[in-house]
């Protein structure tokens, strides 16, 4: 079949909130950008699937931080054009927590949820101090970085020695060091989940920073699931002149001289010098042509681990979920003895038992969904990749039943209204999006981790952008995609 020619400013790879907002900037500065997508549909995480006609399911997590006077979302948003546009409903609750027989409603307002866990917990008062001075000090000049990189904010160089100790150890030793009551270390170990990220993992100013955002700048969603925001953001990329191409996967990118001349796919050849890739940049090394990408940067690449991956049981139910007594949108299980197994229950099914377990009721946020309730854990990639067929569909099942028992717990009665379950696994995910290991949220923010590699990719014309590179998230998808192409045009006009 002859491919068609198309001649363009950039080429986006992925139509993901990253690339989305990419193209939208880019196409409003004049550009002209076309938009590659492997799946049928924009939206990457952020897409959504019907079943038997009533059911709505979300792919990803619906909270969207980074909103408000206070929030780089808010701000990366109108300056782009694109705030008008979206509209997003605020949360009162960040989640209802539940460890043993212990539950609190825990406020999104930061103040009022720093006054809850003072009053829960007093004899933990000093340690509460020192967390949240840490989440206002080091959290804040973290999640500030994305306005330095416009040259709107300056580093506080007093923090920065502090900031670099705590990027060394991980999040479970950094709050274990902090606190000694059980609960207090599983709630803020099982918060954790909301970055993509295991506490016994993930390094503790990553943590801090994604603490600032949760606790320090408003929250909302889009109704209609994410998929909603995804199309929102496409529409407006036509209305803006940009090209936006689905069932389009890159076979590969063409190279001359050393330096980008475009990519192909299927239908489409497509020239341009500039490649903005938002997928794992692993990859790029089947797409490029044999040698760009030289031994040591493949090596370097080699030594980042993808990071988690989610498995998810989308139910349907024949009542409303509040039936169930699921009467808040958000709910968030840890175990009793997570601080016992949890760094030994990676290895083991017992993760299922001890990791957090977030409970999205969507019909909350919006009846249009239907009866929904989606149960969510982390997991590991490699469990589910080496199955055949007959063993991963058991495997789906067994993992499933485990999961509804937990939840269960809590809700006894939503086992008896479900009507119709489907299931993800990070296979799934890596089936429909391309993800690096079927990972949900990029690599591992492991402690001592070098990803500085990352932003100078081996070939000219190559810009590698999304959560992969600076961390999992809406608000970081978006916001990495504004400031990506702001900082392109600049750099394009000197």
Request: proline residues 4%; contains cysteine.
């Amino acid at each position: 079949m002859m491919s068609s020619s198309i001649s363009a400013d950039e080429i986006v790879v992925g139509a993901g909130l990253t690339g989305l907002v990419y193209a939208n900037v880019a196409a409003a500065l004049g550009r002209r950008v076309v938009v590659l997508e492997k799946h049928t549909k924009p939206g990457g995480y952020a897409t959504n699937f019907k079943r038997k006609r009533e059911f709505v399911f979300d792919c990803s997590l619906h909270k969207i931080t980074g909103l408000g006077t206070k929030g780089n979302l808010s701000d990366a948003l109108s300056r782009a054009g694109l705030l008008e546009i979206i509209e997003f409903h605020p949360y009162q609750e960040l989640t209802t927590f539940f460890v043993g027989e212990r539950k609190m409603i825990l406020s999104a307002n930061g103040s009022e949820f720093a006054e809850q866990l003072f009053a829960e917990f007093p004899h933990q008062a000093n340690a509460l101090d020192k967390l949240f001075s840490d989440i206002n000090s080091h959290g804040y000049q973290n999640y500030m970085l994305a306005r330095m990189a416009l040259g709107e904010y300056q580093l506080n160089p007093e923090l920065l020695l502090e900031s670099k100790a705590l990027s060394k150890q991980t999040t479970y030793r950094y709050i274990s060091s902090l606190f000694d009551d059980r609960d207090l270390i599983t709630l803020f170990c099982a918060l954790a989940i909301n970055l993509g990220v295991e506490a016994y993992e993930a390094d503790a100013l990553y943590f801090l920073h994604f603490a600032y955002t949760f606790l320090n700048t408003d929250k909302g969603y889009v109704k209609g699931s994410s998929q909603s925001l995804s199309d929102m953001l496409a529409e407006e990329l036509g209305r803006r002149g940009g090209t936006l191409l689905v069932r389009e996967e890159v076979t590969e990118i063409k190279m001359a001289q050393g330096a980008i001349r475009g990519c192909k796919t299927r239908r489409y050849d497509i020239n341009a010098e500039h490649v903005v890739f938002t997928g794992c940049p692993h990859q790029i090394q089947q797409l490029l042509p044999d040698r760009c990408a030289s031994t040591g940067y493949s090596d370097k690449l080699a030594k980042l681990e993808f990071g988690l991956g989610s498995f998810i049981v989308y139910l349907g139910l024949d009542v409303p979920p509040h039936d169930c007594g699921f009467n808040q949108p958000d709910y968030l299980i840890g175990d009793p003895d997570y601080q016992r197994d949890a760094e030994q229950a990676r290895y083991t099914d017992l993760r299922y038992q001890r990791w957090p377990l977030s409970i999205s009721n969507y019909h909350a946020l919006d009846p249009n969904y239907g009866n929904v309730i989606q149960l969510e854990i982390l997991d590991q990639q490699a469990d589910w990749f080496e199955l055949d067929r007959q063993d991963y569909k058991n495997r789906k099942k067994h993992i499933a039943e485990k999961i509804i028992e937990r939840a269960s717990a809590y809700f006894p009665k939503l086992r008896q209204h479900i009507k119709y379950m489907d299931i993800s696994t990070p296979r799934t995910n890596h089936k429909f999006t391309n993800s690096g290991g079927g990972s949900s949220f990029g690599y591992k923010p492991l402690p001592k981790r070098n990803m500085r590699f990352l932003k100078k990719p081996p070939v000219e014309g190559l810009k590698f952008v999304g959560t992969w590179i600076n961390g999992a998230g809406y608000e970081p998808a978006m916001c990495l995609g504004f400031t990506a192409a702001t900082l392109h045009s600049r750099n394009s006009n000197q």
